[in-house]
């Protein structure tokens, strides 16, 4: 799992054992409280408004709760990771979140991610109406209702809040404050945030707002103003925030903290009445008022390189106070995408899980800023937008799957994020990437064989720069270049997971041979040959790593031995696999997977391998945080081998793939007591987008190619409208919980018996119709001249 470069790269772990009393809450939440908010008029589509209507954001915010599908995690003294959501309020792809914090990230990161709500937790500690990541552990301002006494942060005054009474929908979030008798709701422009604080009759009705742990300016303007400039980090420029209130406050004051003295904890504050400026470590204000029961005060915060500018953003976006007209917009906008992706049948909790994690899926990338809008860039340079420029993608992550999801939806934005990609190489001289793979390319190599018009000769120049280039983001690049494959350092001592030290080697080698496949792609399309030829020879790189005595991927040290001890079952960090075990790793050749059927010996030992791999018991002696949602030794919450479930397909046994895909859907996702549970970490999207995309019958298993493998779809019907107006729809006759396995299907009404399809199939708009049955045809998809496409041609090795 990843969470984007600008967070830290750690995991987490279960609370376990709750109470009756707590569980009852729980599944009492479950069946009655994740509805959103009632429809209203509108002359939109009423399956829309239906469609929004069902789903929750707070889905991806609780763990998973079954000891079988936990495997032997979390570390002790960590929680167990979620899906890491947040259930804030947003708009698609939003700049700005307003969002609950009950995670204290300022004192640690329990999870080692700066993620800020973990749904078990009982306390609330503020709420963000700042950007930020998805996870929004860095989001600024810091605010919260405080009804009485409070303290400077860190030390954070905290509110128990009532889970019955907590309520989240697309655009809007509410909670319940037992400890202030206070209701908070929050909802969202795309520039700004709106809170709505509902007080108890009270002489000091306070609000709190504080930068973080580097702090910045403060200034409180007037009666009804504070503005800051947090002190930026990593060489960037700080950003403005500015908050306004809907009524003056009746005092104020301002303060900071003081970095720690010698055995003082967390050291001391300087706190001042009626003092209007303040600066340092946490610097903050707070504002009073004298409110009756009911009474309401509102606060919306923007943010942007100046003030003026976060100023001029209020204003336009939230001229006025109406905070049931700003949560309209917000659920139109959801609405309207929604209406892009209708489906029917299936039960209540399935449509629920399908548009939550629609939701979860546009958290990303980021928009930075609208064309023609100010934004700061990777250099921090204020400059002025000539598109609509996005954010980083997490390649890493998103990469494997929601872009190929984004291309079907939204390819005008995908031109605009590999625009912004772009640009952003130009500025710092090298592609982007994220964590060890290279995977950008995956973006373009796919974008461009699903035909989204773009300059890709000009990305190619980076692309190529980051591929060849030694000082550039692939690490290990001249090992790499000059063997083949990438050797790991032994730790020493017991390399016990998920600690161990090294250079993921074997992972990377995998990983770096998968983009090197797409550049091998895009260069004979531009035509340049001699990298099309040296790319492709990269790409089978795979090979080096493959240990036929043993049948996995291994380790070698520097002089080209094999690692020993080696052990399978082992998921190590670092050394060898990346955040899986060799298990995990076998499975990472979505460019050719007909190659790996091959070293594995052919279709029957392949399949034989694949079945071990999801029915082997899941018992290392090693602690993975990353490793939740297991079956066998298949692990959903990661995405190393979020792809083998479908690689039956290429096998002849794709009824496996239809029989897996559904079990997991089914127990990987809200399978807990309160219905939000994810395995893992969604990652910005990349968990949810794997629940949406095989929800609806099919999965890109290598995002660089224009094809489809087929699992087994939930719904009856799913209609999915593309960005060129044209319409994907999948029917599944006969369709249930039983009939899972495709019995025969027709695509266009002309028979087809391949377990994939193509964008080209589908370009024009499409209808596969699957006819379902409770019994594997197994002869359906098998014929090996009907496999999905691989590097390696099919029928050159043992069948």
Not at 170 to 175: A, L, T
Not at 639 to 654: E, F, M, N, R, V
Not at 670 to 675: C, I, K, L, T
Not at 736 to 741: A, E, G, L, P
Request: net charge neutral; glycine share 10%; aromatic share 12%.
């Amino acid at each position: 799992m990843n969470t984007s470069a600008a967070n830290p790269r750690c995991r987490t772990s279960s609370i376990r054992n709750r109470s009756s009393a707590l569980a009852a809450m729980l599944v009492l939440f479950a069946l009655g409280g994740a509805s959103a908010i009632h429809a209203h008029d509108d002359k939109g589509s009423q399956q829309a408004m239906q469609s929004v209507d069902e789903a929750n954001p707070l889905v991806g915010t609780a763990p998973l709760d079954k000891q079988s599908l936990i495997g032997n995690a979390p570390p002790p003294g960590e929680p167990l990771y979620s899906g890491m959501d947040s259930p804030g309020a947003r708009l698609p792809h939003s700049a700005v979140e307003a969002a609950p914090v009950n995670n204290n990230l300022d004192l640690s990161y329990p999870t080692g991610v700066g993620t800020p709500y973990y749904y078990p937790n009982p306390t609330m500690i503020g709420f963000t109406g700042g950007g930020g990541s998805t996870y929004g552990g860095g989001a600024e301002p810091m605010i919260m209702p405080v009804v009485g006494d409070w303290t400077v942060p860190p030390d954070y005054a905290q509110s128990y809040y009532d889970k019955t009474r907590e309520k989240a929908s697309p655009g809007y979030y509410s909670v319940w404050l037992n400890t202030f008798r206070t209701r908070v709701e929050l909802t969202a422009t795309q520039w700004t945030s709106l809170m709505r604080f509902t007080f108890p009759a009270s002489h000091r009705s306070n609000v709190i707002i504080n930068l973080r742990r580097l702090g910045g300016n403060v200034e409180v303007v007037g009666d009804r103003t504070i503005r800051g400039v947090d002190a930026g980090w990593h060489g960037r420029k700080g950003e403005w925030f500015v908050a306004e209130f809907s009524r003056p406050f009746a005092s104020f004051g301002t303060f900071h903290a003081i970095p720690s003295h010698d055995d003082w904890g967390i050291g001391d504050k300087d706190v001042q009445a009626n003092r209007r400026v303040t600066s340092g470590s946490y610097a903050g204000a707070y504002v009073t008022f004298d409110t009756q029961a009911g009474e309401q005060v509102l606060v919306k915060i923007a943010h942007s390189p100046t003030a003026a500018e976060a100023e001029q953003r209020l204003h336009e976006e939230d001229p006025d106070w109406d905070f049931a007209r700003v949560h309209k917009q917000a659920r139109e906008a959801w609405a309207k995408l929604f209406d892009r992706v209708q489906v029917t049948g299936g039960t209540p909790k399935q449509r629920m899980l399908f548009y939550s994690t629609l939701y979860a899926s546009f958290a990303s990338p980021r928009l930075v800023a609208r064309k023609g809008q100010r934004f700061t860039d990777v250099d921090g340079q204020v400059r002025v937008a000539k598109y609509d420029r996005y954010g980083t993608v997490p390649f890493w992550d998103t990469g494997r799957n929601q872009i190929v999801l984004l291309m079907l939806l939204e390819p005008k934005m995908v031109q605009d994020i590999m625009r912004s990609e772009l640009d952003m190489a130009r500025e710092r001289g090298y592609m982007d990437t994220s964590f060890h793979g290279d995977n950008a390319v995956f973006l373009y190599d796919g974008a461009w064989q699903r035909g989204i018009p773009f300059d890709y000769a000009a990305a190619y120049v980076y692309l190529r720069k980051n591929a060849t280039d030694p000082n550039g983001p692939r690490h290990y690049l001249a090992e790499y270049e000059k063997n083949g494959w990438i050797s790991d350092i032994v730790p020493p001592g017991n390399p016990s997971p998920p600690y161990a030290g090294g250079k993921a080697g074997v992972a990377t080698t995998l990983e770096y041979a998968w983009d090197d496949h797409a550049m091998a792609n895009m260069a004979q399309r531009l035509g340049k040959t001699a990298d099309a030829k040296m790319f492709m020879g990269r790409a089978a790189n795979y090979h080096n790593v493959f240990d036929a005595s043993v049948g996995f991927m291994r380790g070698k040290t520097a002089d080209g031995k094999w690692i020993s001890p080696f052990d399978p079952d082992e998921p190590y960090y670092n050394f060898m696999s990346k955040e899986g075990s060799g298990w995990s790793t076998l499975w990472l050749v979505p460019q050719d997977v007909q190659g790996l059927i091959d070293l594995l010996s052919g279709r029957a030992a392949f399949n034989a391998k694949l079945d071990t791999f999801f029915t082997k018991p899941y018992r290392p002696k090693g602690i993975c945080r990353d490793c939740t949602g297991v079956i066998g030794q298949y692990v959903q919450g990661n995405q190393p081998d979020q792809q083998a479930a479908y690689l039956y397909d290429w096998s002849g046994q794709p009824w496996k793939t239809q029989a897996l895909v559904r079990r997991i859907l089914a127990e990987m996702y809200g399978s807990d007591a309160s219905g939000y549970a994810f395995p893992g970490m969604d990652d910005q999207g990349s968990t949810s987008s794997w629940y949406v995309l095989s929800a609806m019958g099919f999965y890109p298993v290598d995002p660089s190619m224009p094809d489809y493998i087929i699992g087994s779809p939930i719904f009856d019907t799913m209609s999915l409208k593309m960005g060129n107006g044209k319409v994907l729809k999948i029917v599944a006759r006969n369709n249930s919980t039983t009939n899972k396995y495709i019995q025969s299907a027709t695509l266009n009404g002309k028979p087809w018996n391949k377990p994939w399809f193509s964008q080209a199939d589908i370009a024009n708009g499409a209808t596969l119709v699957l006819t379902m049955g409770p019994t594997p045809n197994k002869a359906w998809g098998a014929d090996p001249a009907d496999v999905p496409p691989s590097m390696t041609a099919q029928g050159h090795g043992r069948q």
